[in-house]
C-alpha cells in the first residue's frame, strides 16, 4: 500500500454514536431502541453503523425538518469533525450567494496593435477569467456533461471515462471569431493573461485559465496478448506525447499501470501491463504550467481556423510584455466566449467533487475583492454566508475543496441547506448535487433501494494508508444535503463518519454505500 494520500467526492461517513445521547454509545455494544434513542436514529442505520470497520470511529448526524424546523436527529450534531468534500457545499455555495445561479464568466481576446490588410500587427492576448470547462463540458442543449466517475480521479480510482465532447471546443470557437473579426494573421504572438489570480491546492497550480481541466487524458486500449497496448492522448497540443511501455496480457490476468509522467520535452511516460479482456483505462496528467498549455492549444486552434501567428508556439508562456490588468481589459476585444451558467458550473464540481474547481470559486471570490493570491477568498466565503443568516462558528475552512484540515459541525452543514432551501433558486441548487442511486458520485450508491431518487447530497472522502496494519483509514466518508422523506417530509440532513477502517479499495466503495445505507434509512423511517 503506497503512502500517497486519496481524495474524492464519494460519501463520508465516521463512527462513534456519542453526542446527543446523554451517554456514549459505542459500536458493537447493543443498540439503543428503534428510534435511535434520544439521538432519533432509525434501528436501520444504526445497523449499518454498528459495523465492526466502524467501531474504533465515530458518526455524527444532524436532521432537521425544513418546514417546521423540528430537529428529528442530533447526535453530536454540534460537534466539529472533518467533512471532506462536503466542504463543496460551503465555497460553491458562496459563490452561488454572490453571483447567483445564472452568472456568466466571459473569456475574452484582446489585440494589442492595429489592423491593417487583415494583418494584426501586435499581438493576441487570451484573457482566463476563471471558466474551468471552457466549452469542453457543453452538450448540445446547452447542460454541462460530466461521467459518473470523472477523469479527475481516473489515477487513484479504477473506472474513470471520458465524456464525448471536445476539451478544445472553447479555444476553437474563441478562433473562428478572430477570423471572422478580419484578422488573417499575427505579426506577434500570443500571450495568455493568466494574472487574475494565482494559487494552488495539493500541490497543483489554481489558474483562471482552464483547458479540459488542465489534464492531459491518456486512454491505454488492450492488444492483443503479448503486444503493445494502443495508448491515445486528448486533448492532443504540441510539444506534448505518450512514451508508452504498457504491454498486454493474457485475458483475465490481473494488470496495473503507473500514473503518467512527465520525463521532459512533452514527453510523458506511462508503462505496465493491461489484461487483453480490460475495458480500456483512463489515466490523466496534471499540468504543471496551464498557461503555457494553453497559449499553444491557442495557436493551433488559430491555425486550424486560418489565422497564422509569429513567435515560437511552443514557447513559455509570459505576460512580462502585457500592461496591468486593467489596461489589458480596456484593449478592444476581437473575440469573447460566454462560460455555463454558473449553476452548470457547479452542477459539474458539485456532481464529481472537482476539487480544482471548487477551489477556483475561492480565487474568484479573492480576486472579486481585489487580492490576486487567493488569499481572501475563505474571508470572503464567511462574509457571505453570515450575511446569509450562518453562524459561521460551526465551520473552520482551509480551502474549498475538502482536504485534511477543515472542519464543520453536522449542524452548520444543515444550516447551510436550510438557508439555501428558502431562496427562490433552492430547486436549482438542489439539482447539482448528487442523487442517490442516480448520478455523480452516488449514482452506485443504494440504487435499488426505495430511497434512490429521493436524497441530494454532496458527498466526501478522506482516505489515507495504515502502514502498520496494511490497509485503509477512512478518515471521513460524509454525505449531506436534502430528502423527500417517505412521509412526505422535506429534510436537510449530514451525515459524518470519522475513523473507519477498510481492508481494500472495495472496502471503501462499500464505505460509500454504508453512508448512503443510513441516508436511505432516515428517508424511509421518517
Given at each position: 500500500m503506497t503512502r500517497s494520500i486519496l481524495r474524492w467526492g464519494a460519501s463520508a461517513l465516521t463512527i462513534a454514536v456519542v453526542g446527543a445521547m446523554a451517554t456514549a454509545c459505542t459500536f458493537g455494544a447493543p443498540a439503543p431502541d428503534a428510534s435511535g434513542g434520544d439521538a432519533g436514529v432509525p434501528e436501520a442505520a444504526?445497523?449499518?453503523?454498528?459495523?465492526?470497520?466502524?467501531?474504533?470511529?465515530?458518526?455524527?448526524?444532524?436532521?432537521?425538518?425544513?418546514?417546521?424546523?423540528?430537529?428529528?436527529?442530533?447526535?453530536?450534531?454540534?460537534?466539529m469533525a472533518e467533512p471532506a468534500s462536503f466542504t463543496k457545499t460551503y465555497s460553491v455555495g458562496a459563490a452561488w450567494l454572490k453571483w447567483g445561479p445564472d452568472y456568466i464568466i466571459t473569456t475574452p481576446v484582446k489585440r494589442m496593435g492595429e489592423v491593417a490588410a487583415r494583418t494584426l500587427n501586435g499581438d493576441l492576448v487570451l484573457v482566463g477569467k476563471g471558466d474551468f470547462t471552457l466549452g469542453g463540458r457543453t452538450k448540445a442543449d446547452g447542460t454541462v456533461d460530466y461521467?459518473?466517475?470523472?477523469?479527475?480521479?481516473?489515477?487513484?480510482?479504477?473506472?474513470?471515462?471520458?465524456?464525448?465532447e471536445d476539451p478544445l471546443a472553447g479555444l476553437d470557437d474563441l478562433a473562428a471569431q478572430v477570423k471572422a473579426s478580419g484578422i488573417d494573421s499575427v505579426t506577434g504572438t500570443v500571450v495568455v493573461d493568466d494574472r487574475l489570480f494565482?494559487?494552488?491546492?495539493?500541490?497543483?497550480?489554481?489558474?483562471?485559465?482552464?483547458?479540459n481541466q488542465n489534464l492531459i487524458d491518456v486512454l491505454v486500449t488492450p492488444g492483443a496478448a503479448g503486444e503493445p497496448a494502443t495508448v491515445e492522448m486528448t486533448p492532443a497540443v504540441a510539444p506534448w506525447h505518450i512514451v508508452s511501455d504498457v504491454q498486454t496480457v493474457a485475458a483475465g490476468e490481473k494488470f496495473a499501470i503507473s500514473n503518467p509522467e512527465s520525463t521532459g520535452?512533452?514527453?510523458?511516460?506511462?508503462?505496465?501491463?493491461?489484461?487483453?479482456?480490460?475495458?480500456?483505462?483512463?489515466?490523466?496528467?496534471?499540468?504543471?504550467?496551464?498557461?503555457?498549455?494553453?497559449?499553444?492549444?491557442?495557436?493551433?486552434?488559430?491555425?486550424?481556423?486560418?489565422?497564422?501567428?509569429?513567435?515560437?508556439?511552443?514557447?513559455?508562456?509570459?505576460?512580462?510584455?502585457?500592461?496591468?490588468?486593467?489596461?489589458?481589459?480596456?484593449?478592444?476585444?476581437?473575440?469573447?466566449?460566454?462560460?455555463?451558467?454558473?449553476?452548470?458550473?457547479?452542477?459539474?464540481?458539485?456532481?464529481?467533487?472537482?476539487?480544482?474547481?471548487?477551489?477556483a470559486y475561492v480565487c474568484l471570490l479573492s480576486a472579486a475583492a481585489g487580492v490576486d493570491d487567493c488569499s481572501a477568498g475563505l474571508d470572503e466565503v464567511g462574509k457571505l454566508w453570515t450575511a446569509a443568516g450562518l453562524d459561521t462558528t460551526g465551520v473552520s475552512l482551509i480551502d474549498g475543496s475538502g482536504l485534511n484540515?477543515?472542519?464543520?459541525?453536522?449542524?452548520?452543514?444543515?444550516?447551510?441547506?436550510?438557508?439555501?432551501?428558502k431562496r427562490p433558486d433552492a430547486d436549482q441548487w438542489r439539482a447539482t448535487m448528487p442523487i442517490l442511486g442516480v448520478d455523480g458520485s452516488l449514482a452506485t450508491v443504494q440504487p435499488d433501494s426505495p430511497a434512490a431518487g429521493k436524497v441530494f447530497a454532496k458527498t466526501g472522502t478522506l482516505l489515507d494508508p495504515d502502514l502498520v496494519n496494511d490497509r485503509y483509514r477512512v478518515n471521513t466518508k460524509a454525505l449531506g444535503g436534502v430528502m423527500e422523506s417517505e412521509s412526505g417530509r422535506n429534510l436537510a440532513f449530514t451525515i459524518i463518519m470519522n475513523q473507519g477502517f477498510a481492508a481494500g479499495i472495495e472496502g471503501v466503495f462499500a464505505a460509500n454505500d454504508d453512508v448512503g445505507a443510513v441516508a436511505a434509512a432516515i428517508q424511509q423511517h421518517y
Open positions: 444504526l445497523e449499518v453503523m454498528n459495523q465492526p470497520q466502524y467501531a474504533n470511529g465515530r458518526w455524527l448526524i444532524s436532521v432537521k425538518d425544513l418546514d417546521t424546523g423540528e430537529v428529528l436527529i442530533d447526535l453530536d450534531g454540534d460537534k461521467t459518473d466517475l470523472d477523469h479527475n480521479d481516473a489515477n487513484p480510482l479504477p473506472g474513470a471515462t471520458l465524456t464525448t494565482q494559487g494552488t491546492l495539493d500541490g497543483e497550480p489554481i489558474t483562471p485559465i482552464v483547458v520535452r512533452g514527453a510523458i511516460a506511462i508503462d505496465g501491463t493491461i489484461a487483453a479482456d480490460s475495458e480500456p483505462v483512463l489515466k490523466v496528467y496534471a499540468l504543471e504550467d496551464p498557461a503555457t498549455f494553453a497559449r499553444t492549444a491557442f495557436i493551433e486552434a488559430l491555425g486550424r481556423a486560418g489565422v497564422t501567428v509569429g513567435g515560437d508556439p511552443i514557447a513559455t508562456n509570459s505576460t512580462a510584455s502585457l500592461a496591468a490588468k486593467d489596461a489589458v481589459d480596456a484593449l478592444p476585444s476581437v473575440a469573447e466566449f460566454d462560460s455555463l451558467p454558473l449553476a452548470q458550473q457547479a452542477t459539474y464540481v458539485m456532481k464529481i467533487s472537482y476539487n480544482r474547481g471548487a477551489q484540515g477543515n472542519f464543520i459541525t453536522p449542524d452548520n452543514g444543515v444550516a447551510v441547506q436550510s438557508l439555501m432551501a
